[in-house]
């Protein structure tokens, strides 16, 4: 049982390129989420999908995009990188996302920096 | 603006000792409450949770209490072992809320 799996670990951009960082769960889970960690801040969720074709806003979407075609991918897009965007990305997932006695499973994150 | 702190960024403790660490929120919505562990290169770990009709939850060495009026929660390891060291993010959420916010984290180091 893979759990939640992220690609790339790592990966350096320059400013103004896009790329997609991937993220695959194999629980059947219909949550699914997007965090980046920076130092002092925690973790802050960026956006968020209750079930395929369905997504949401987090406390900090800007300069990022997200799709939910299946059940089990939720890539997480780069339109126009900036340096800002550097920063550890984690994606989680839970089987509903709001159940009381829920936890998220977490992968092991993707190291970005953008240049 | 955080809502959840948390105001010790590290903490160090001998082995076999008692390591408290402190959340607080001010959102009075949140009513469901967890603690993620993280070692470096690996996403954060599930480790204990409680809601909020509780004031203590307890799995092994483990244990959560919440204070709902002082708005403040804390996590109590005891003893202390050298694998504990690692990263502790406080998380919350409210009931049928999608959004779970977390604390900045408190890094502890268990010294033998």
């Known amino acids: 049982n893979a759990g939640v799996t992220q690609t790339p670990k790592f990966q350096v951009l320059k400013t103004g390129q896009s790329m997609t960082l991937q993220c695959a769960q194999d629980m059947n889970h219909e949550y699914m989420s997007w965090y980046r960690q920076d130092p002092g801040m925690g973790l802050r969720l960026i956006h968020y999908?209750?079930?395929?074709?369905?997504?949401d806003q987090g406390e900090v979407p800007n300069g990022y995009n997200v799709s939910r075609s299946t059940t089990e991918d939720f890539p997480l897009r780069l339109l126009s990188a900036a340096p800002s965007q550097t920063s550890v990305y984690f994606c989680a997932s839970s089987y509903s996302g709001n159940r009381a006695g829920e936890k998220l499973f977490f992968g092991s994150g993707t190291q970005l920096s953008v240049l | 603006d955080q809502q959840v702190k948390q105001n010790s960024p590290s903490l160090s403790v001998q082995e076999g000792r008692i390591s408290i660490l402190n959340c607080d929120y001010t959102n009075s919505m949140f009513d469901y409450f967890l603690w993620y562990k993280k070692y470096p290169a690996e996403g954060p770990t599930f480790l204990i949770s409680i809601s909020s009709i509780k004031d203590k939850n307890e799995d092994g060495r483990f244990t959560v209490f919440l204070n709902k009026s002082a708005k403040h929660l804390s996590l109590h390891i005891v003893p202390s072992q050298p694998g504990d060291s690692a990263v502790y993010f406080c998380a919350a959420r409210g009931s049928n809320d999608y959004k779970l916010s977390f604390g900045a984290g408190t890094t502890v180091t268990v010294r033998a």
């Open positions: 999908s209750v079930g395929a074709g369905i997504t």
